[in-house]
């Protein structure tokens, strides 16, 4: 099989249709304002422009004291700490769509104070409100994203978020490269950065307007009609106005019988019976993936590179960053074509055996790893490397599973008690780090130990507690938690219930080149328990 002929057998190549592409495209541009902010400031305190501009200066000496960089490193993550704790009631008043113009009205807010109050701290106070809308983002838009995509490619839908995160992150690094080059004795050397940030939210919001709300949220609330509308727009040029209608019943079908079967709707419910096996699985991985190094690396990467001898870190870093995109652009073929199980174990096992090797080599060789030389040089391949399994694994995965394990009727709770746990733990890892590598642990490069040690430890959680949630609809999903089918027989279980009606049928109208006219109307009653069979062919139709 040639190469063009084994990607045209990937999901994404055979459900994705123009229409669910550009809705995706357009959801996911809330990402790069999240991707702008984490990166540009590591290079913007190192400009002395701005450490003039915005500095402590004392008889003419500008500097940034270390107490106003500790205080600045931690304020945004307190932010997006603080959006994850006010997302659900939010998202659940407004829905998802209309959660997304808060989220740009408090990133405008933010942008606002940052460029317009003269001081260091006007701009830390301007993150943190920046901060508290991309926390809020954070929860809706992957569950957004979920909601809106057929079973077969909802992981590559997903991580369509966290790939322009990436492209959000090499935006703000070449425009402070570009912009510090252009004018290093002017306030635009640091300036045009928070700038660039303004055109998120306005593209964002004049694109909200003509994309549909969640057609499952709308079902839970009651609104039928609005739902089979905005069902009929998502499925438009794909499905006939009769498979609509199936999809739309089924829906309507599944959500009630979960409402009525498993009543659940506050925040203690997220932690009993089926429901709180699901929020520990999201809640698991979001800790791993932060303490496997993804926090670590985010604020020390290029501190970390020079301990381990790497010339020009800075340069490095960079390059990291693109084998981030390039892990991530794999996630999109990859996360559905294998399912999120085996890329997790997989990544988690390869993101051990580097730390462990790097740190190994660095901190016990006698007289260490000269700069630049053959070791440096092994270490830097081995950490490219890691960064594209960190993020064809866990960047990726850990927030498709963190979207679609939660049921519908807490999916907002659920969603915001793990990205407050995960954000939190960044916050934890980035005041703590310092204090291990240097007084009073002292461990140095060795540090990698830990982390290495925590993505073992994913790998095992995942073989043991996390399903194989792709190909499911989340539907059929909430019938294999009810039925408490351990984690390593998901993906070989044969439901019977609407769920997997749903499967069959989300995929089929999300499918514009396999189709099947139903020969005459069913009845669906609640008692009816169809089969989950393989979709055949009908005389005289093709599937292309």
């Known amino acids: 099989m040639g190469f063009y002929e084994y990607f045209a057998t990937l999901p994404v ?9 550009g809705m995706y495209m357009f959801l996911s541009i809330g990402a790069i304002n999240f991707g702008l902010d984490n990166n540009y400031w590591g290079g913007m305190i190192t400009l002395q422009k701005f450490i003039n501009d915005r500095g402590q200066c004392v008889n003419g000496e500008c500097t940034i004291p270390s107490s106003w960089l500790s205080a600045a490193s931690g304020s945004p993550t307190a932010g997006l700490a603080i959006g994850a704790m006010i997302a659900s009631p939010i998202i659940e ?13 408090l990133a405008f807010i933010g942008m606002i104070i940052m460029n317009a109050v003269p001081s260091f701290w006007g701009i830390m106070v301007g993150r943190i409100i920046n901060g508290v809308s991309m926390g809020i983002e954070a929860n809706n838009i992957p569950m957004y994203m979920a909601e809106l995509s057929p079973p077969s490619i909802r992981g590559s839908m997903i991580n369509m978020y966290q790939w322009w995160l990436f492209i959000g992150a090499i935006i703000a690094k070449v425009v402070i490269f570009k912009s510090n080059d252009a004018w290093p004795n002017s306030q635009w050397a640091w300036r045009t950065v928070l700038i660039v940030q303004f055109a998120v939210p306005i593209l964002l919001l004049g694109v909200i307007v003509y994309l549909p709300e969640s057609p499952r949220f709308l079902v839970k609330k009651r609104r039928f009609e609005d739902a089979r509308k905005s069902l009929d727009f998502i499925r438009r040029g794909a499905a006939t106005e009769d498979e609509i209608e199936e999809e739309f019943q089924l829906t309507r079908l599944a959500v009630e019988e979960q409402q ?26 979001q800790l791993i993936e932060q303490l496997s190094g993804n926090a670590f690396m985010t604020n020390y990467a290029v ?26 652009t794999l996630a999109f073929f990859f996360s559905d074509k294998f399912g999120r199980r085996p890329l997790m174990i997989g990544t988690a096992l390869g993101m051990w055996v580097g730390l462990w090797v790097i740190s190994g080599i660095v901190g016990y060789l006698p007289g260490g790893v000269p700069p630049g030389g053959a070791l440096s040089q092994f270490c830097l391949f081995l950490l490219l ?3 594209l399994f960190s993020n064809l694994g866990w960047g990726s995965c850990v927030w498709i599973v963190t979207a679609e394990t939660p049921t519908l009727q807490l999916r907002e709770k659920s969603m915001s008690i793990t990205t407050f746990i995960s954000f939190l733990s960044v916050v934890i ?9 240097n007084d009073p642990g002292y461990l140095g490069v060795r540090i990698g130990f830990i982390w290495g040690a925590f993505s073992l430890l994913g790998a095992v959680f995942v073989y043991f507690c996390v399903p194989e949630l792709s190909g499911r609809s989340l539907e059929e999903l909430d019938e294999l938690f009810n039925e408490k089918v351990s984690a390593r027989k998901f993906h070989g279980y044969v439901c019977s219930g609407t769920g997997a009606r749903i499967t069959e049928v989300e995929d089929k109208n999300a499918n514009m080149h396999a189709h ?10 609640r008692d009816e328990k169809t089969p989950r069979t393989k979709i055949e062919e009908p005389a005289g139709t093709s599937i292309v």
């Not at 203690?268 to 699901?278: V, Y």
């Not at 099947?516 to 009653?525: A, F, M, V, Y």
Request: hydrophobic content about 45%.
């Open 385 to 387: 490397i890691w960064s």
């Open 429 to 437: 890892v980035t005041y703590i780090s310092p204090f291990i590598q």
């Open 93 to 105: 008043k407004l829905g998802r769509k209309g959660a997304v113009s808060i989220i740009c009205a």
């Open 303 to 328: 501190i970390f590179m020079a301990q381990v001898g790497i010339n020009n870190p800075l340069r490095s870093n960079i390059a990291t960053i693109c084998m981030g995109i390039a892990g991530s």
């Open 516 to 525: 099947i006219i139903q020969g005459k109307d069913k009845e669906l009653s």
């Open 260 to 285: 009525e079967n498993h009543k659940a709707n506050t925040y203690l419910d997220c932690f009993k019976g089926t429901n709180g096996r699901r929020l520990m699985i999201a809640v698991v991985c």
């Open 13 to 21: 190549f055979k459900e994705l249709t123009p229409r669910l592409l």
